[in-house]
């Protein structure tokens, strides 16, 4: 990502005319370090599970919500206040926002959508969101029976699944969850 566009074509005036280059402007300092950490990827389901794959040897969270739940966004508060302990003892979170389920929003639509829900919520975890639409083919490759939103799962570091949560959930229960992933 090009932070400061206008630096890209004087950087290559400058290399095509010998002249010295512009010394660019430091990037903007955000005032949350979290901010700075918050990555938004759009993933087809089985992009996901290889996000979750390429994640074996780690205990991993999964936390399935969407910004038309009102469930999901108030539990996300307690996801990141449960899980604190579990990231940093190296357990990985991730959020996977379901925002094309039912709705006729495109995959751009989508991530704009769910990533300004994160920014707000001040989400320090990676989100993927889902660009799939059709909840049995998640069932199918996951291999588990999600119901409704919101929805936990948790993997062990061999990459099996050991916990699934259906439903909002509080910090004690996130930090219970994670332990789960962890044994």
């Known amino acids: 990502m090009v932070r400061n566009r ?8 400058a290399a095509c ?12 300092q955000r005032a949350d370090a979290s901010a700075a950490a918050l990555a938004i990827e759009p ?11 390429a994640r074996r040897g780690q205990p991993v969270l999964v936390n399935f919500w ?13 996801l990141l206040a449960g899980t604190r302990e579990f990231r940093a003892r190296g357990g990985i979170v991730v959020t996977v926002a379901m925002e094309q389920l039912g709705l006729d929003l495109g995959a751009e639509a989508a ?4 990533g300004a829900k994160a920014r707000e919520l001040g989400l320090d975890v990676p989100v993927l969101v889902c ?8 069932r199918k490759v996951l291999g588990v029976a ?8 948790t993997y062990d570091r061999t990459g099996k ?12 229960e996130f930090a219970a969850l994670a332990a789960a992933a962890e044994r």
């Open 43 to 53: 993933r087809d389901t089985a992009g996901i599970v290889q996000w979750i794959a």
């Open 146 to 153: 999600l119901g409704g939103l919101p929805q936990t799962l």
């Open 6 to 13: 206008a630096i890209v074509p004087a950087l290559l005036l």
């Open 131 to 138: 660009t799939d639409d059709e909840m049995p083919t998640i």
């Open 66 to 78: 969407a910004t038309w739940c009102g469930p999901c966004l108030a539990e996300l508060p307690d």
């Open 17 to 28: 005319s010998g002249e010295p280059a512009p010394t660019p402007a430091p990037a903007p």
């Open 161 to 172: 699944i050991v916990q699934q949560h259906e439903g909002i959930a509080d910090a004690a």
């Open 111 to 114: 991530v704009a959508k769910a």
